[in-house]
């Protein structure tokens, strides 16, 4: 087996630190995905309906950031799987940071695939969502 | 609905402005997800979609919330829990998928307060060939005093 450090097709960590979350981007979020729930972009709504203060990000888009973590990364055809639990929500200001660790494991059976746990945290280390993604080799 | 049950099917079409304006809203600055030439320079049929966005297009249906809806749950107290996407093939703008929908696992925690719906969507292509599948849990919070 080679040296699992030095293998550069499969970086040990990678990370992604995304711009703070902004209503622009919730309300962005909310058109392109097609999830129009007031909740997350509609201040007045969440005041008469919630006991928040504020709207909340997307759980979706707390993933689609841990999808960029290896779309920055991998080709699309590489990505075969990403799994995320929803653990907390995330607020306007939120600075979300994701994170893959390659998992120890090597790859997975014969199939030459690569586990990696993702993990997606604001800036005060709470973690909001956590999973993993499953990587197939390069084909060149 | 028994588990296993398929409960929908459903078409959908890839668009390709709405995969900029999800490459937009999601921050993701790699151009062969929002320009459709540097996408086929890089061998791409089109615009490609990012790995969640198939999620997306499993909830353009008349009511993203059936599986719970259908169970007799109340849909004002269900949460996201956990979702997995697995892609077999790069979805392109400019494809046509089919989706079908079924009821994968239903069970209860905390004596029945907490109701967790499982559901799986297959979704393939026009050729018919398997192109990705999401597999969606939600938990819908119970009144206690409402149980049995």
């Given amino acids: 087996m080679n040296s699992e450090n030095e293998n550069t097709d499969y970086p040990k960590s990678l990370k992604l630190v995304c711009d703070p979350l902004s209503r622009t981007t919730l309300a962005l979020y909310c058109g392109a995905s097609g999830d129009h729930h007031p909740l997350h972009v509609d201040t007045d709504w969440v005041k008469a309906h919630t006991d928040l203060p504020d709207v909340i990000g997307h759980g979706m888009l707390s993933m689609a950031y841990l999808g960029r973590v290896l779309t920055n990364q991998f080709a699309p055809e590489q990505i075969q799987s990403l799994d995320a639990r929803f653990l907390a929500p995330t607020n306007i200001g939120d600075i979300i940071t994701c994170t893959a660790e390659r998992t120890a494991a090597g790859p997975i059976n014969n199939s030459g695939n690569i586990s990696y746990r993702v993990r997606a945290t604001t800036q005060d280390d709470k973690t909001i969502a956590d999973g993993s993604a499953v990587i197939r080799p390069r084909q060149d | ?148």
């Fill in chain 2, 1 to 148: 609905m028994q588990i296993g049950q398929e409960f929908l099917q459903f078409s959908t079409d890839v668009e390709r402005g709405r995969l900029k304006l999800f490459a937009k809203a999601i921050g993701e600055l790699n151009p062969i997800y929002s320009d459709a030439d540097m996408a086929r320079k890089a061998g791409y049929d089109d615009v490609v979609a990012p790995p969640t966005f198939i999620y997306c297009l499993s909830e353009d249906i008349p009511d993203p919330n059936i599986a719970v809806t259908s169970l007799g749950l109340d849909v004002s107290k269900c949460l996201h829990a956990h979702q997995e996407v697995t892609q077999f093939r790069p979805i392109c703008a400019g494809q046509t998928l089919h989706g079908r929908m079924r009821l994968a696992d239903y069970f209860e925690k905390k004596g029945g307060t907490l109701k967790f719906v499982v559901s799986e969507t297959e979704f393939s292509n026009a050729a018919g060939q398997e192109v990705a599948s999401l597999k969606t849990t939600v938990v819908v919070q119970a009144e206690a005093n409402n149980e049995q």
